[in-house]
């Protein structure tokens, strides 16, 4: 070996070689009016239960398809807070940072301060959250769904109590990471 072939081996190695390992930041554009779920309760007027019915992307000539949202028609099922919402659509971005998934055949609780007919879900945005299987037609949730036993008492005027983790409700309506090194979990 040579003293040049030595010493770009030596250059190779503390460039690449030490240089820290990147991970898979997220730093997804935060809405400026994003609240916590809890938050978004406490102001809310509006809060029921949803079930999916159908989804699309949205139609955008000339835009990528990564770039467009997807647009999921809903039915109310059930109203927990206020009045039977108008609500028919909710949209949404399925990007892996910061996005959301609303599965079709599932059931999501929403909130919103007033009522509408559309809601577009802001990066990180916690107006929706899965039910999973703790709620289905017509049983409802035969009162197993510890998350609707507090938001049905929240509605008669009791607090939420200091051990309600709405977390992995939040984690059921985000697009999980598809990043295959990455070890955080769903976010």
């Not at 999980?176 to 070890?183: H, I, L, R, T």
Request: aromatic residues 10%; contains cysteine.
């Amino acid at each position: 070996m040579t003293f040049h072939t030595g010493l770009c081996s030596l250059l190779l190695l503390l460039t690449f070689g030490l240089a820290p390992a990147t991970g898979n930041a997220c730093s997804a554009p935060k809405d400026h009016s994003w609240v916590s779920f809890n938050e978004e309760l406490e102001r809310s007027s509006h809060v029921f239960i949803v079930r999916v019915e159908s989804q699309a992307l949205e139609e955008n000539e000339g835009v990528s398809s990564f770039s467009r949202s997807t647009i999921a028609k809903v039915r109310v099922v059930d109203v927990l807070v206020g009045n039977r919402s108008t609500l028919e659509t909710i949209s949404y971005y399925s990007a892996w940072c910061g996005g959301h998934r609303l599965d079709v055949g599932g059931y999501y609780v929403v909130v919103l301060p007033k009522d509408k007919q559309e809601l577009s879900l802001g990066f990180e945005s916690e107006n929706v959250v899965g039910l999973g299987d703790e709620y289905t037609e017509p049983a409802g949730d035969n009162g197993v769904s510890t998350m609707l036993m507090y938001l049905r008492n929240f509605a008669k005027g009791h607090p939420l109590p200091a051990a309600f983790n709405v977390k992995p409700y939040v984690d059921l309506a985000r697009m999980p990471s598809q990043a295959p090194s990455f070890d955080g979990g769903r976010r």
